[in-house]
């Protein structure tokens, strides 16, 4: 069966449960970064538009099924009443009876008959957003008790948490089984943008990846690598290959037990595989007179290898300028310390560049947008996904649990 999308269901008049990915990150009860709650409010504001009570539900960090206040989504209720205009209420019980729109974060628990009788009495022209499901151990156990409770406070379900996709929870899986179950806009801008890198990607075709852990991303390397033209490697990804070549790295960081993993990648796609052709380097301390550009092989037991070098960023610019798709997961360097963003920065501006106009542009994983974002290229890119694993488990070509409930 296909997807069922809310852009096409005209659903109206409804009790709407919406999961959204707001798994941000907070600091000082303040959201830290806003990407991910912005996201969500194109769909919120559809459903509402046509009549339909919107309960809002998703996760915040790792709390194990305990009630934990620096894990309350507060910050994020916040945060939305501002993005929508709507007045902020925090109530464990009664709701307040109001004539203005207001967002309800209610902190009341489900698993109570009480409680899910208080809101199913929220009005419709109030937006209710629950507690952080995860305070609920049946949520990552994908228990059908809890899922059932879930359900039973709405008429619809509709799906727009790309992010969280890949992992079988009970308001991602469970919840469907048991509502007529939609996808979100934003779930569909995901799938559509990831499935024109999957299935019809224009060449030259170029795959950009950084980070640390290639056990993360070697499936996705190996299923794009067959469609791929270049593949540009950098970070903890390419100290990888250079350990398993034999060069000092130092203590720079590398999955060291993935050394068989590099070879057999480089056996697979040794004509398409780019490694930095130079690096920058610097003692643990990262002290400023230690900083100096080298060849990977020139690298010193006591050094750590932090970015990419110049000659790196000029070839590797060079290969995305002339391509016609564009997939970048993961940094190239410690960017978030200077001087060691500039490889990852520069290109960024790069990708940013060719995006929309020469090259249809997908950048995903959290690090990699926070990057495009501060180099200001995130309006140019043609598709800035919000998964990070997620993203790169479809792009291995694996079924997505959230997404096949759907169907």
């Not at 939305?80 to 009876?97: D, R």
């Not at 290969?319 to 960024?348: C, R, S």
């Amino acid at each position: 069966m296909a997807i069922k999308y809310i852009s096409k269901s005209n659903i109206k008049n409804k009790t709407v449960l919406l999961r959204v990915d707001v798994n941000v990150p907070v600091e000082n009860g303040r959201v830290a970064d806003s990407f991910r709650v912005e996201q969500a409010v194109e769909s919120i504001r559809l459903l509402q538009k046509q009549g339909n009570k919107v309960i809002l539900c998703g996760h915040l960090g790792r709390p194990e099924g305990k009630r934990d206040k620096a894990l309350s989504l507060r910050p994020v209720a916040g945060l939305l009443a501002e993005l929508l205009g709507m007045k902020f209420v925090e109530t464990e019980h009664k709701v307040p009876e109001y004539h203005i729109p207001h967002l309800i974060f209610y902190t009341g628990s489900i698993l109570e008959e009480k409680h899910r009788k208080q809101i199913a009495d929220i009005p419709a022209k109030d937006l209710a957003v629950l507690e952080n499901l995860r305070f609920y151990g049946g949520e990552e156990e994908n228990d059908p008790v809890f899922a059932k409770h879930l359900a039973s406070l709405g008429e619809v379900y509709v799906n727009d948490a790309f992010g969280v996709d890949h992992r079988p929870a009970a308001s991602v899986v469970g919840v469907a089984k048991y509502l007529p179950a939609f996808a979100g806009l934003l779930l569909e801008k995901e799938i559509k943008g990831l499935d024109a890198v999957l299935h019809s990607p224009k060449s030259p075709f170029v795959l950009m990846m950084g980070g640390v852990k290639i056990s993360d991303k070697v499936e996705t390397i190996m299923n794009l690598g067959k469609k791929a033209d270049k593949i540009l490697l950098g970070g903890g990804l390419a100290n990888l290959f250079f350990h398993a070549k034999g060069f000092e790295i130092g203590e720079s960081k590398a999955e060291s037990k993935s050394e068989n993993v590099a070879r057999q990648l480089e056996r697979n796609f040794k004509s398409k595989i780019m490694l930095p052709l130079d690096v920058v380097a610097a003692n643990k301390k990262m002290d400023r007179h230690s900083i100096r550009s080298c060849a990977p092989y020139e690298v010193r037991d006591n050094e750590v290898i932090l970015d990419a070098g110049p000659k790196t960023i000029l070839e590797f610019a060079k290969q995305l300028k002339v391509a016609k798709t564009i997939v970048w997961n993961g940094p190239l360097g410690h960017f978030e310390k200077k001087p060691f963003d500039m490889a990852t920065m520069a290109l960024a501006r790069v990708v940013g560049g060719v995006a929309g106009r020469k090259a249809f542009a997908a950048v995903g994983g959290g690090e990699t947008v926070d990057a495009v974002r501060l180099a200001h290229q995130a309006a140019h890119i043609d598709h800035l996904s919000t998964g990070g694993g997620a993203m790169l488990e479809y792009l291995a070509g694996k079924e997505l649990p959230g997404i096949e409930a759907l169907k």
